[in-house]
């Protein structure tokens, strides 16, 4: 065999899913962590890779990882793209993914390099294998349940409410696609608990569901990075009935995401100019090794 | 929109995977089944489509569905590709799956058209899951269970013992990759039991597994298509340990086979030249419809 130079990796955001990105990228074989891009150009503690406020200091990078909030993502996107390096972003926002891929197709297109959008569990792996239960049982119905695990966004709207201190919104599955929420409160001295419950229960992000609000005294010892999909479908193939297909994690979700993320950045850089979802390219693509190995080995 | 030409399609072989794959072409709005093709060239009851003897007979076919024995897979392929007709196989002796794809890879390049080999639930959809469980965790164990359902080799070997009229060979599934055969046996008049029993047990395609042999009176009455798969995996992702993925289905059997076949023979005719696995095209490509709906509804 070829020795084969490493993927040269960069990570943009050092939040949350960047951490864990940065162990991932560490933990492959086939790549190499060139550099991390933050905002204040400020070194971590315990980080032993350059980093910088701009990804064009960095020297060559074949692919970024873009661990950032969901709504910074086209930005650092775009200006990746124009320099020629492949992105992978886990962008969230289902109802703008596909005006996201179309934006950077285009860019993507222009400057030489391939971004792979919404990659993580869901929108990601999920999303494939929704593909699969539809293509396997082309009538019938797919639920997907979540959790239970922390929801940021309903936990930013909590931490936003009047007289909170500290939230933690947790989504329950209650099966079969509906969810319920439970909104554990730490309030502001004073703050009374009555009113901020009243105020959250009529907050448009939580009157959709069936919401349970508590009070507690230290919203920090509740906190668990645990999270889980269930997801069914009961459905037809042909003129045949009840196929029953089920997918279920249980997983540390900012570890799991970043994973995928950097499974996905092995995988952009093997395909054309353009924008993908995870639908959209072969997922041998993700993995390392050669291909009659994996082939040998999967199929 | 504009009006698209339905795909036309012709299915080889016409056993139990072959009636499955009618009713799924005629249940699929986007294809129009052009023909069957049976060595016999004999026309089954209630078939209303021409079936014919050589596949040459039925005029312009886009992709062919082989529902043949794994066994005739590559000659009906590669009479298929030389004529340019797309082909789908289920394929599933593991062992040689790559070599049916180098052999199959040059004689779709050639006549211009692509084949899409072990396209099934396994391999074919598990073999899928099983990459994204690989990608999500890198590091860990993943266990398929099968069944309990029918086992078509164990099956055909049973009845291959001398003094067996009938049998059934049942796939037990014990947990993590271990699995039970459950073979009724129906005995040929004056045949002695226990000296079929322990040839049977002697036989090296049961010798492997814990076997129970049971003799029954009609083993007709016992026979079910259901089938299921139970794949789980446990592994780390990054650094972070105890991602736990599972994978559960409970189907027809070969109802959901050839649903998969009609699904690739869809992707099949996007494909540039050539034979693919399943992991090896994007799976949106199974899917009818357009790619702005797939994506807005399943990502």
Redesign the interface.
Known sequence: MNVVEKLKIAIIGYGNIGK??V??V???ADMELVGIVRRSGEVPAGVDVPVTDDISKLGKVDAAILCTPTRSVEGYALQCLKLGISTVDSYDI?ST??EL?MTLDIAAKAGGAASII?AG?D?G?D??????M??????GLTYTDFGPGMSMGHTVAAKAINGVQNALSMTMPMGYGVHRRDVYIETQPGADFEKVKADLLADPYFTLDETHVYKVDDVNTLIDRGHGVNMVRRGG????Q???????????NP??T???M??CARAAVKQQPGA?????????D??PGCK?D???K??
């Open positions: 864990y990105a162990e991932a560490k933990s492959a289902h993914i596909y891929q919404s569990w929108p792996t999303s494939v294998v929704r593909a699969i539809l293509a396997s049982a082309p009538n193939a042909g003129k045949t009840n196929q029953f297909l089920q997918w279920k994690m249980s997983i540390d570890a799991l970043s994973q995928i950097v499974a993908y979802t995870m639908l959209e390219f072969p997922l041998i993700m993995l009659e994996l082939i040998r999967l199929v």
